[in-house]
């Protein structure tokens, strides 16, 4: 007995339907993968938002969902879909493919290329990663002189000079050999107003913003050191530094605040023809930009400055750091930018006894940083040297310079995101007195990748006064 088409079991009008509907998804989602295939059936939709309220374990429901509101144009909706599948499996290849597209509609490049890189990292040898590896080379490049943000040891300087000059504040200005009585506090305040033409550029991050801000910035900088305990050859006590801006118009978002306290302790060994200073340190940094908390860090620095003689001054220095950004990510075991970084340098000031050049300051540093997510994991050199020029008892110009190189290693983004930093400055400083001078200042930075992505400057020009004691 013949079975008519319009007397099919209701099991068999259910089984044609799902077979219907899984033809219409394979016919919408065909087609390249970045380009909306049009508004998609509303059948479609409707089946998968069912297929995930039935199994909300079903990665693939998720992704397949994610994929059917981006096309639908429902971007918000489609962001929410994919991190659920990502949450339910971070290393699926297709499902960090959808997370990239997501990220590109949202104008997230960087997150983008992350996740295609992602991509080539999980299924090397798949027809997904081939897909990706075009994505990360037809990704746009950002809008001129979009910005870099990078990591590093401090906030002002991308290089280990910064940790040179921080120990000119007690050391080189107050020899523990002096014949008067040292202050058991050592402390510097910097105020200024400086122009910045890329605000969001500071060595506290790991990620970049595609829009560049340029501002007005009022900036305050205060060190402290306490000697709590002062032996014939110890001393030991807390630390306190800080860096604070302040930024004009729609820049607000990136002002920063930098709390950095500290305890260190340290000894001088008096020999024939130099005193060595070995130091250990602990800070612990918290930085906020637009008053809201971006990250956390644990820093360890072991040093030693040898005061020599003649007035030279020798600085080495091993250092490592922890940082746990307050944003991780969609999924942090992939995504999150938290991890360990490796340091170790030495730098020179030799003093000399020309008119117009009194000293020269050289020195190099090597670098690592072992990140969670391996896009942004490092290693990395760096080269810095400057020179003071006395123009009158009370004038003085110093400039400096600097060149840097970090292998982005384990990242597979096309083309590499290996890059080249340069840092050139000068300083045009007017001692009041004592205690007080003032400056003009201006300072270049520079990020130089094959990659445009990751390609940015920096210009900060100003005045700044200093108060040291």
């Known amino acids: 007995m013949s079975i008519s088409p319009l007397g099919q079991s209701s099991a068999s009008q259910c089984s044609v339907r799902g077979i219907s509907l899984i033809m219409l998804l394979a016919l919408s989602f065909a087609g390249h993968a970045q380009e909306p295939a049009g508004t998609p059936d509303p059948r479609i939709v409707t089946y998968l938002e069912d297929r995930v309220q039935t199994n909300p374990d079903d990665a693939s429901s998720w992704r397949l969902l994610s994929r059917a509101y981006r096309n639908a144009g429902?971007?918000?909706?489609?962001?929410?879909?994919?991190?659920?599948?990502?949450?339910?499996?971070?290393?699926?290849?297709?499902?960090?493919?959808?997370?990239?597209?997501?990220?590109?509609?949202?104008?997230?490049?960087?997150?983008?290329?992350?996740?295609?890189?992602?991509?080539?990292?999980?299924?090397?040898?798949?027809?997904?990663?081939?897909?990706?590896?075009?994505?990360?080379?037809?990704?746009?490049?950002?809008?001129?002189?979009?910005?870099?943000?990078?990591?590093?040891?401090?906030?002002?300087?991308?290089?280990?000079?910064?940790?040179?000059?921080d120990r000119n504040l007690g050391v080189f200005s107050r020899r523990p050999d002096a014949d008067t009585e040292l202050p058991p506090i050592v402390a510097s305040f910097d105020l200024g107003v400086l122009y910045n033409t890329n605000v969001a550029l500071t060595p506290s991050s790991r990620e970049f913003s595609m829009v560049r801000d340029s501002s007005f910035q009022m900036i305050a900088s205060p060190k402290l050191e306490y000697w709590l305990y002062e032996g014939e050859v110890w001393r030991a006590g807390p630390v306190l530094a800080g860096d604070f801006t302040v930024n004009t118009g729609d820049s607000s978002g990136f002002d920063l605040q930098s709390y950095r306290p500290g305890v260190f302790v340290e000894r001088s060994?008096?020999?024939?023809?130099?005193?060595?200073?070995?130091?250990?340190?602990?800070?612990?940094?918290?930085?906020?930009?637009?008053?809201?908390?971006?990250?956390q860090r644990h820093a360890l620095t072991a040093s030693a400055t040898s005061l020599w003689n003649s007035g030279d001054t020798t600085l080495g220095y091993v250092s490592t750091n922890y940082t746990n950004f307050t944003d991780d990510g969609a999924t942090p075991a992939t995504t999150s930018r938290d991890g360990w970084t490796y340091g170790m340098g030495i730098g020179h000031t030799h003093r000399l006894p020309y008119r117009f050049l009194s000293a020269v300051t050289m020195g190099a540093d090597l670098e690592q940083a072992e990140v969670i997510?391996?896009?942004?994991?490092?290693?990395?050199?760096?080269?810095?040297?400057?020179?003071?020029?006395?123009?009158?008892?009370?004038?003085?110009?110093?400039?400096?310079?600097?060149?840097?190189?970090?292998?982005?290693?384990?990242?597979?983004?096309?083309?590499?995101?290996?890059?080249?930093?340069?840092?050139?400055?000068?300083?045009?400083?007017?001692?009041?007195?004592?205690?007080?001078?003032?400056?003009?200042?201006?300072?270049?930075?520079?990020?130089?990748?094959?990659?445009a992505l990751f390609s940015s400057d920096r210009i900060l020009t100003g005045l700044v006064t200093s108060w040291t004691y």
């Not at 990239?100 to 040898?125: C, H, K, M």
């Not at 637009?290 to 990250?295: A, K």
């Not at 890059?419 to 000068?426: K, L, P, Q, R």
């Open 269 to 295: 060994v008096f020999l024939d023809d130099v005193v060595i200073i070995p130091r250990l340190q602990y800070v612990y940094s918290l930085d906020l930009l637009g008053r809201s908390q971006f990250d």
């Open 74 to 165: 429902n971007i918000a909706e489609a962001s929410e879909a994919i991190q659920q599948a990502l949450k339910l499996e971070p290393s699926s290849a297709a499902v960090q493919m959808e997370w990239g597209f997501i990220q590109y509609e949202q104008s997230d490049l960087s997150g983008a290329a992350s996740a295609f890189s992602r991509v080539v990292e999980l299924a090397p040898e798949s027809d997904y990663a081939a897909e990706a590896k075009q994505q990360l080379q037809q990704l746009p490049a950002p809008i001129k002189d979009a910005n870099v943000t990078q990591a590093g040891y401090e906030i002002t300087r991308f290089d280990g000079s910064q940790i040179m000059q």
């Open 373 to 451: 997510d391996t896009t942004y994991a490092y290693r990395g050199i760096a080269t810095y040297v400057g020179g003071e020029v006395p123009l009158t008892s009370q004038l003085s110009l110093v400039v400096d310079g600097g060149w840097g190189y970090r292998d982005y290693h384990l990242s597979t983004v096309t083309p590499s995101r290996n890059e080249s930093i340069w840092h050139g400055g000068a300083r045009l400083q007017y001692l009041i007195n004592d205690y007080w001078s003032i400056s003009g200042v201006f300072k270049y930075d520079r990020f130089d990748s094959p990659n």
